[in-house]
């Protein structure tokens, strides 16, 4: 089992930032992806984006140029920074972590992004 600890959620203005993390702990396997999803309401979940172990990422067209995904492996930590935040970005943002070889997924408790116009 993978317990995934989100933090960094808030109310921000548009044009603002903010900063999300994610802890991973629990039986986390070498080869894995950790990524960040947001849902907003009547909407579909949706991935922000993905880094891999290898630190390769991937990014929605929506936000390429302003968020920015790291990750510590060392850590088992992802931070997601957000710069340039529209209200569009309103959602909740869910931390995810996905093995490869054995596959399965785990997923925070999601944390509120509300960004105001």
């Known amino acids: 089992q993978v317990q995934l600890v989100e933090s960094g959620g808030g109310l921000v203005q548009a044009g603002g930032s903010l900063r999300l993390s994610c802890a991973a702990s629990?039986?986390?396997?070498?080869?894995?992806?950790m990524g960040w999803y947001r849902q907003a309401p009547g909407k579909q979940r949706e991935l922000v984006a993905g880094v891999s172990s290898s630190r390769s990422t991937q990014y929605a067209d929506s936000v390429k140029g302003r968020f920015t995904i790291s990750r510590d492996s060392a850590k088992n930590t992802v931070d997601l920074q957000m710069n340039d935040l529209k209200p569009e970005d309103t959602a909740v943002y869910y931390c995810n972590l996905a093995h490869v070889l054995i596959p399965s997924e785990y997923w925070g408790q999601g944390t509120q992004v509300t960004v105001s116009s």
């Open positions: 629990g039986n986390i396997l070498p080869l894995n992806i």
